[in-house]
């Protein structure tokens, strides 16, 4: 591990150290509420450095999984907690902000950085690299977007658990086949990475303890949460599409903006579009089926703005990636979109 590692690994710790004194020593709201943030966009920075190690032994399909699977453990945990303590908008708004985040956001963000070191000021990539993801992203958004809006507008807005849940573990099939075929495809070259710099044991124990790290500073971020938005006069929605988004799951894809700086443009690419699909396909529907055992449920009846939002971002995603080229403006279009959206929900 370079020393710089260790010493983020070893800052991240010591803020929840002093995420915990917070809690439990009753420290000012907005104190508490700040440190849980760092510290929880520390433990996602952990758990993705940590998944990409032990990935570098088992492949790029093995490791997609683990990311998919592992990579949003402190979102994971912050929804989980919310909808326990009764804060379904929070709950809501921080799975479709995490979709929005990485889509306009980061991806935006990688686009124009790409292209500010890309020849002729333009990011060129091979098409291919996010072809399967986008469509991917495109076909489960409308599912939900569909189910959503039959439920928004009446339809079946009687049955919306129900209708929820079955979609959930429909679009749950639709992400099985297809990963179960890119990991076979790819399992012929699934060999040990020579740029592993961790241990298997060091990286798996990384995994492990932050993981425990994440789902113990979520709680205290849900707990510190609701006091914060009041002291605040921010709404639920914009404390989940915002704050909470890029927290828990926005920050550790900064590896995408790193690798567009690198030209490295198809890893960039393919890292992002990549995670925006495992989102739709696997994050949100297995949160809807999980909070089936729990008091306050999370469904796909999504506020208006929400329907259009993510309709339109499986659209652009796919034209964007679908040409091999991104241009400055269509990053920057990104960017400014999210700006929007969040700027809407500030105001509700």
Not at 61 to 83: D, R, S
Not at 178 to 185: A, G, L, N
Request: proline letters at 3%; one cysteine or more.
């Amino acid at each position: 591990m370079r020393r710089i590692e260790r010493a983020a690994v070893a800052a991240v710790a010591a803020l929840g150290g002093l995420s915990a004194l917070a809690h439990f020593d009753h420290w000012a709201t907005l104190a508490a509420f700040a440190i849980a943030t760092l510290a929880l966009a520390g433990m996602a920075w952990i758990v993705s450095f940590a998944t990409e190690q032990v990935g570098e032994r088992l492949g790029p399909a093995a490791t997609g999984l683990l990311q998919a699977t592992l990579g949003n453990l402190p979102e994971l945990f912050v929804v989980i907690f919310a909808l326990r303590a009764g804060e379904r908008a929070v709950a809501q708004s921080a799975i479709v902000g995490s979709l929005f985040a990485t889509a306009m956001l980061v991806l935006g963000l990688v686009i124009v950085v790409g292209a500010a070191v890309g020849p002729g000021g333009i990011m060129r990539f091979r098409p291919d690299v996010a072809h399967d993801a986008s469509t991917l992203l495109m076909v489960c958004a409308f599912i939900i977007v569909i189910v959503s809006f039959s439920v928004s507008s009446g339809v079946a807005a009687g049955h919306v658990k129900t209708i929820s849940a079955v979609a959930a573990a429909l679009l749950l099939t639709v992400y099985l086949v297809w990963v179960i075929p890119y990991v076979r495809r790819d399992a012929a070259g699934n060999v040990a990475g020579p740029r592993a710099r961790l241990s298997m044991a060091v990286a798996v124990g990384l995994l492990v303890g932050a993981g425990v790290g994440a789902g113990l500073v979520s709680d205290w971020f849900v707990d510190a949460l609701g006091p914060a938005i009041h002291q605040l006069h921010i709404s639920q929605a914009f404390a989940g599409l915002v704050i909470v988004a890029i927290a828990s799951n926005a920050v550790e894809h900064v590896v995408g903006i790193v690798l567009a700086a690198r030209r490295q443009s198809d890893l960039a690419i393919s890292v992002v579009v990549n995670s925006v699909a495992q989102i739709a396909a696997f994050l949100f529907p297995a949160l809807v089926l999980i909070s089936l055992t729990m008091h306050t449920s999370l469904t796909f009846s999504l506020r208006p703005v929400y329907i259009g939002a993510l309709a339109v971002t499986a659209v652009v995603i796919w034209l964007i990636t679908d040409d091999g080229e991104g241009h400055p403006y269509e990053g920057w279009a990104l960017v400014v979109t999210y700006v929007v959206l969040a700027m809407i929900t500030l105001y509700e």
